[in-house]
């Protein structure tokens, strides 16, 4: 099915470790997101990225980069996690063109940072 | 820096039954989103509105946008507990690409 795909879908981190959230969409959109969602505070940009080649800081981009591959891919680096990382991550993208539309989001990486 | 508040955070209603739930912005902006939530579920996509005066409804739905008011409300009419979820609205900044949600309202529909 067309859409944004998002691995893991869990993860347990100790304190200090790395790891890369990948996220893939087929979809031919432009612009890619990274948020996180914690309880009670909606969705965080944390890092976007317009079009293929450029990506700018959202919100909260403090401890993680990120990656354009390509058209498709756009990944999330985690240096060194920390508890305060723990969260659910999306991932969604947009196209372009003279159509508005809204974010068409992956299914969500649960992250635990012990 | 764009602000976005929703209320309530929580609604519990009974079936039959009509509310609106509020979303107020702090700067201008072109274009307003209304997502719904279902527990441990990614972001649906319900509505785009795009210009002042805007109005769209699906089913028991209906979102509108004043962005004179900076305002916009997402309506039910006659609530079934199907629409039970979490529904936040986004913010898109004027210039495009940094969208911000608010802190979603939790709704919960009594049979």
């Known amino acids: 099915n067309a859409g944004v795909t998002q691995t893991p879908k869990f993860q347990v981190l100790k304190t200090g470790q790395s790891m890369t959230l990948q996220c893939a969409q087929d979809m031919n959109h432009n612009s890619m997101y990274w948020y996180r969602q914690d309880p009670g505070m909606g969705l965080r940009l944390i890092y976007y990225?317009?079009?293929?080649?450029?990506?700018d800081k959202g919100e909260v981009p403090n401890g993680y980069n990120v990656s354009r591959l390509n058209k498709r891919e756009f990944s999330l680096r985690l240096e060194s996690a920390a508890p305060s990382q723990t969260s659910v991550y999306f991932c969604a993208s947009r196209g372009g063109g003279g159509q508005v539309y809204g974010y068409t989001f992956g299914s969500g990486t649960r992250l635990t940072v012990v | 820096e764009l602000k976005v508040e929703q209320n309530p955070l929580f609604l519990s209603m009974q079936e039959g039954k009509n509310y609106t739930i509020y979303c107020n912005y702090s700067t201008t902006s072109d274009r307003l989103y209304w997502y719904r939530q279902d527990p441990g579920k990614s972001l649906e996509s319900l509505f785009v509105l795009l210009s002042n005066g805007a109005v769209k409804q699906e089913g028991r739905l209906m979102a509108s946008l004043d962005t004179k008011a900076r305002l916009s409300t997402l309506h039910i009419t006659a609530a079934v507990h199907d629409l039970s979820a979490t529904y936040f609205c986004a913010v898109e900044n004027t210039g495009g690409f940094k969208t911000i949600f608010g802190a979603g309202t939790r709704l919960f529909v009594k049979a």
């Open positions: 990225s317009a079009s293929e080649g450029t990506t």
